[in-house]
């Protein structure tokens, strides 16, 4: 049986359980030792009315009809005496057989007494036989008397089965008594003796033996039993034999036991007989004064026992109670107060605590004396045990508090780190900005472009941390912004641009507070996608209107994730936990699920049919909008007075990309088409800026959406031609940048010399494609621009 495990109560109750069983198992057990001496001593009584005096009644009448009997037999005639004597004893012995079997006897009486009346009644039963045997003279006097004496034997067994009382002196005179009438018997049986004896004239064979054996237990007996009788009983009776009676029947026995060669009897008859009268019913009366004194001294004796026995079992029975009562009471005390600390332990650990450090990560103030109250439960071992675990509560809320002022420091340190690299890769953009628009070099400003990309790709990184450090960045637009321009600007932060594919995008809009944090997120995405793919797989992005928003499809060719992987990155997207330093491989996860849970976005990852892993980000509806215009249709400005680049960048967009970008050239100089495949860069705001607003180097000439550069060679700083009679051999990277641009210029002549009219109709419900055009081989789609950068 382990108890190690019990709880706190059942360990009291056992412990207070067991030693209240014991006391009360040793109260019930004494009491029951007590109260049986008393139920002896109270049926001390009833034996003796019920038992005692008939038993001693047939006794003497069974004494008197066997000297009848034996005169009778000594005779010649029938005694009619003996008949009236039997009457007698009839009565006697139904007066018995009715006592006894009453129900107060047989409750009184043990086993041992219960057998031996069974055999003083089954001995009585005989007798009837035994007067047919006498009158039809088939036994002698001797069988008469044995007959008579095995009776009166039973009843002195029974009698001496009555004294087997607790108390030790009432017990030694109750078996005096039954030994003085034992030695009555005896005397009884002298008497029939010699009775039959005077009757026949001389003692017949034995008899006079018989006679002397008698009158000699006779006599030892009563000094035996006289010894064992209180003084005051040994002086009544030694009174009692100093009688005129006694002294006279004590010669006559005198005379009786000496040698008698005649075998006559030496006694007178008329004599013998009135002595032997007399001290019968003496001895009788005595016997039968000194059983009714036992009974009179047994009853209050019983009742002082029980007096006793009630007053200790009160007591007992008291103690017992006040034992139970204190022991629950302390066991209660004890369970309250230890339930009292286990409460206020687990309410430290399970409520307060991470409720203190809740308010801590919310920038709350916490009192720590008020949070970590003391614990009072009084002086004892219980009462430090509660001073000792206020000082763990305390300690453990000064070291949340601690905890949580060193995070909100290192978010400090992080989001200063981060605020300084901002600022740098800004004034860096800047700086590359100026140096783009002064550079005249194509492979100069190809490079430049590509600094460009890396700069936008480390302002990223620098916003990681300040998302991670629970801040917003800077960048935001008032105005909506299309789809596709979000999901470009995307494109243009992450390194592998040119995997990304853009399939099929319905037209929408994204409000402008939520366009830089989406522009993020779908970045966050496909730098995992191209990162976790093999580098000669394409990556493809999908978008289209659904019911509750508008739903982004990133999928990849990747290796995939298992289900389990799966479903934790889910529910990390979805509950966006507190940042883990220790899950700094899934750093990106972290900061999407902080941008999704601040506009209510919800991205959900998903096994792709090839393979990989498809990312689908639904935006809520209410940061959804319609497509916002492209600016003015070149069909309706006036052709002879409009920039002729500026007809040739609207060219060109309508036919590389899916959506128009313009930007008015630096220089009144003709502009060309970048080659394919030639990286890009966006104009990088001044600090603070927001989409619409001009940076100190150049107006603000954007007609819509997000910025877009067309790489320009001005025609000083073209190549000139060179007539050789062999060509120069080309590689065929520059024989696809040249089919590429042949390819892109004649579709923006057909673009100007065929000038489409204005959209009168809904967009098609697939959206446009994005991809080359029709014609010539296929080129790579020309990289996306950048965004806007934030302050």
Same mark, same amino acid.
């Given at each position: 049986?382990?108890?190690?495990?019990?709880?706190?109560?059942?360990?009291?109750?056992?412990?207070?359980?067991?030693?209240?069983?014991?006391?009360?198992?040793?109260?019930?057990?004494?009491?029951?030792?007590?109260?049986?001496?008393?139920?002896?001593?109270?049926?001390?009584?009833?034996?003796?009315?019920?038992?005692?005096?008939?038993?001693?009644?047939?006794?003497?009448?069974?004494?008197?009809?066997?000297?009848?009997?034996?005169?009778?037999?000594?005779? %010649?005639?029938? $005694?009619?005496?003996?008949?009236?004597?039997?009457?007698?004893?009839?009565?006697?012995?139904?007066?018995?057989?009715?006592?006894?079997?009453?129900?107060?006897?047989?409750?009184?009486?043990?086993?041992?007494?219960?057998?031996?009346?069974?055999?003083?009644?089954?001995?009585?039963?005989?007798?009837?036989?035994?007067?047919?045997?006498?009158?039809?003279?088939?036994?002698?006097?001797? &069988?008469?008397?044995?007959?008579?004496?095995?009776?009166?034997?039973?009843?002195?067994?029974?009698?001496? #089965?009555?004294?087997?009382?607790?108390?030790? %002196?009432?017990?030694?005179?109750?078996?005096?008594?039954?030994?003085?009438?034992?030695?009555?018997?005896?005397?009884?049986?002298?008497?029939?003796? $010699?009775?039959?004896?005077?009757?026949?004239?001389?003692?017949?064979? &034995?008899?006079?033996?018989?006679?002397?054996?008698?009158? #000699?237990?006779?006599?030892? $007996?009563?000094?035996?039993?006289?010894?064992?009788?209180?003084?005051?009983? *040994?002086?009544?009776?030694?009174?009692?034999?100093?009688?005129?009676?006694?002294?006279?029947?004590?010669?006559?026995?005198?005379?009786?036991?000496?040698?008698?060669?005649?075998?006559?009897?030496?006694?007178?008859?008329?004599?013998?007989?009135?002595?032997?009268?007399?001290?019968?019913?003496?001895?009788?009366?005595?016997?039968?004064?000194?059983?009714?004194?036992?009974?009179? *001294?047994?009853?209050?004796?019983?009742?002082?026992?029980?007096?006793?026995?009630?007053?200790?079992?009160?007591?007992?029975?008291?103690?017992?109670?006040?034992?139970?009562?204190?022991?629950?009471?302390?066991?209660?005390?004890?369970?309250?107060?230890?339930?009292?600390?286990?409460?206020?332990?687990?309410?430290?650990?399970?409520?307060?605590?991470?409720?203190?450090?809740?308010?801590?990560?919310?920038?709350?103030?916490?009192?720590?004396? *008020?949070?970590?109250?003391?614990?009072?439960?009084?002086?004892?071992?219980?009462?430090?045990?509660?001073?000792?675990?206020?000082?763990?509560?305390?300690?453990?809320?000064?070291?949340?508090?601690?905890?949580?002022?060193?995070?909100?420091?290192?978010?400090?340190?992080?989001?200063?780190?981060?605020?300084?690299?901002?600022?740098?890769?800004?004034?860096?953009?800047?700086?590359? %900005?100026?140096?783009?628009?002064?550079?005249? =070099?194509?492979?100069?400003?190809?490079?430049?472009?590509?600094?460009?990309?890396?700069?936008?790709?480390?302002?990223?990184?620098?916003?990681?941390?300040?998302?991670?450090?629970?801040?917003?960045?800077?960048?935001?637009?008032?105005?909506?912004?299309?789809?596709? =321009?979000?999901?470009?600007?995307?494109?243009?932060?992450?390194?592998?641009?040119?995997?990304?594919?853009?399939?099929?995008?319905?037209?929408?809009?994204?409000?402008?507070?939520?366009?830089?944090?989406?522009?993020?997120?779908?970045?966050?995405?496909?730098?995992?996608?191209?990162?976790?793919?093999?580098? =000669?797989?394409?990556?493809?992005?999908?978008?289209?209107?659904?019911?509750?928003?508008?739903?982004?499809?990133?999928?990849?060719?990747?290796?995939?994730?298992?289900?389990?992987?799966?479903?934790?990155?889910?529910?990390?997207?979805?509950?966006?936990?507190?940042?883990?330093?220790?899950?700094?491989?899934?750093?990106?996860?972290?900061?999407?699920?902080?941008?999704?849970?601040?506009?209510?976005?919800?991205?959900?990852?998903?096994?792709?049919?090839?393979? #990989?892993?498809?990312?689908?980000?639904?935006?809520?509806?209410?940061?959804?909008?319609?497509?916002?215009?492209?600016?003015?249709?070149?069909?309706?400005?006036?052709?002879?007075?409009?920039?002729?680049?500026?007809?040739?960048?609207?060219?060109?967009?309508?036919?590389?990309?899916?959506?128009?970008?313009?930007?008015?050239?630096?220089?009144?100089?003709?502009?060309?088409?970048?080659?394919?495949?030639?990286?890009?860069?966006?104009?990088?705001?001044?600090?603070?800026?927001?989409?619409?607003?001009?940076?100190?180097?150049?107006?603000?000439?954007?007609?819509?959406?997000?910025?877009?550069?067309?790489?320009?060679?001005?025609?000083?700083?073209?190549?000139?031609?060179?007539?050789?009679?062999?060509?120069?051999?080309?590689?065929?990277?520059?024989?696809?940048?040249?089919?590429?641009?042949?390819?892109?210029?004649?579709?923006? &002549?057909?673009?100007?010399?065929?000038?489409?009219?204005?959209?009168?109709?809904?967009?098609?419900?697939?959206?446009?494609?994005?991809?080359?055009?029709?014609?010539?081989?296929?080129?790579?789609?020309?990289?996306?621009?950048?965004?806007?950068?934030?302050?």
């Amino acid at each position: 049986m382990k108890t190690r495990d019990w709880p706190i109560r059942s360990k009291l109750t056992a412990l207070v359980v067991a030693p209240v069983t014991a006391l009360l198992a040793l109260w019930i057990f004494a009491t029951t030792l007590t109260f049986g001496p008393a139920l002896n001593l109270l049926s001390a009584r009833t034996l003796l009315y019920d038992l005692g005096r008939p038993g001693e009644t047939v006794v003497t009448e069974l004494q008197r009809e066997r000297r009848l009997s034996v005169v009778q037999l000594a005779g %010649d005639t029938e $005694l009619p005496a003996l008949a009236e004597q039997r009457g007698r004893t009839d009565r006697a012995v139904a007066e018995l057989r009715r006592r006894v079997d009453g129900e107060p006897l047989r409750d009184a009486a043990d086993d041992l007494l219960e057998t031996r009346v069974d055999q003083l009644v089954n001995s009585l039963a005989a007798l009837p036989d035994g007067r047919r045997f006498i009158d039809e003279r088939k036994v002698d006097r001797a &069988g008469a008397i044995g007959l008579y004496s095995g009776m009166v034997a039973a009843a002195f067994q029974a009698f001496a #089965g009555m004294a087997t009382l607790t108390d030790p %002196d009432i017990n030694r005179q109750a078996l005096a008594l039954t030994a003085l009438g034992r030695s009555r018997e005896l005397l009884g049986q002298s008497d029939a003796l $010699l009775a039959g004896a005077l009757t026949a004239g001389r003692f017949a064979e &034995g008899e006079h033996t018989q006679l002397v054996q008698a009158i #000699g237990n006779q006599r030892w $007996l009563t000094e035996s039993a006289v010894a064992d009788l209180p003084e005051s009983s *040994r002086v009544a009776y030694q009174r009692l034999t100093e009688s005129e009676a006694f002294t006279r029947l004590r010669s006559m026995q005198d005379a009786l036991v000496v040698p008698n060669r005649s075998g006559r009897p030496t006694v007178d008859a008329a004599a013998w007989q009135a002595s032997q009268d007399a001290v019968q019913q003496q001895l009788r009366d005595f016997e039968l004064s000194e059983a009714d004194a036992l009974a009179d *001294r047994s009853v209050p004796m019983a009742v002082r026992i029980l007096v006793r026995l009630a007053a200790a079992g009160v007591l007992g029975l008291v103690a017992v109670v006040v034992s139970v009562l204190v022991a629950l009471r302390v066991g209660r005390t004890l369970v309250r107060r230890l339930s009292g600390v286990r409460t206020a332990a687990l309410e430290l650990a399970e409520h307060r605590l991470p409720d203190v450090v809740a308010r801590l990560r919310r920038g709350e103030q916490v009192d720590v004396a *008020r949070e970590a109250p003391p614990l009072e439960y009084g002086h004892d071992e219980i009462g430090e045990v509660g001073r000792a675990f206020t000082e763990v509560q305390r300690t453990a809320v000064q070291a949340a508090v601690d905890e949580v002022t060193l995070r909100r420091g290192l978010n400090e340190v992080f989001l200063n780190i981060a605020r300084r690299s901002q600022s740098l890769v800004h004034r860096q953009l800047h700086l590359l %900005d100026r140096m783009e628009r002064r550079s005249e =070099d194509p492979d100069e400003l190809a490079e430049l472009f590509q600094v460009d990309h890396l700069a936008t790709r480390l302002r990223r990184h620098a916003e990681d941390l300040v998302i991670l450090a629970g801040s917003a960045p800077g960048r935001g637009w008032r105005n909506p912004v299309a789809m596709v =321009d979000v999901i470009r600007g995307a494109i243009s932060e992450v390194e592998a641009y040119e995997r990304v594919d853009v399939k099929a995008v319905q037209p929408a809009g994204v409000l402008g507070r939520a366009v830089g944090d989406v522009i993020h997120l779908l970045a966050e995405l496909f730098e995992n996608a191209t990162a976790f793919s093999p580098p =000669d797989t394409r990556v493809t992005v999908t978008g289209a209107q659904v019911a509750d928003g508008y739903a982004l499809e990133i999928t990849d060719q990747g290796l995939g994730m298992s289900a389990a992987a799966l479903e934790t990155a889910n529910t990390r997207l979805a509950s966006s936990p507190e940042f883990d330093p220790a899950q700094s491989a899934r750093l990106g996860l972290f900061v999407v699920a902080r941008l999704a849970a601040r506009h209510g976005v919800r991205v959900l990852l998903r096994p792709s049919g090839e393979g #990989g892993v498809t990312a689908v980000v639904l935006v809520p509806g209410d940061l959804v909008t319609t497509e916002p215009p492209a600016g003015p249709d070149p069909a309706t400005l006036d052709t002879a007075s409009a920039d002729p680049s500026r007809r040739l960048a609207r060219t060109a967009r309508r036919g590389a990309v899916t959506r128009p970008r313009t930007r008015p050239p630096t220089a009144p100089s003709a502009s060309t088409a970048p080659p394919a495949g030639a990286p890009t860069s966006t104009v990088a705001p001044a600090d603070g800026l927001v989409e619409g607003s001009a940076t100190p180097d150049e107006p603000d000439d954007e007609l819509d959406g997000l910025p877009r550069r067309v790489r320009r060679r001005t025609p000083a700083a073209q190549p000139r031609s060179t007539v050789t009679d062999m060509p120069s051999p080309r590689s065929p990277e520059e024989v696809r940048q040249v089919m590429a641009a042949l390819q892109a210029g004649t579709a923006r &002549g057909r673009a100007t010399a065929i000038t489409p009219p204005a959209p009168t109709g809904p967009p098609a419900p697939t959206g446009p494609v994005v991809q080359a055009a029709p014609t010539g081989p296929p080129t790579t789609p020309e990289p996306p621009t950048a965004t806007e950068r934030d302050a």
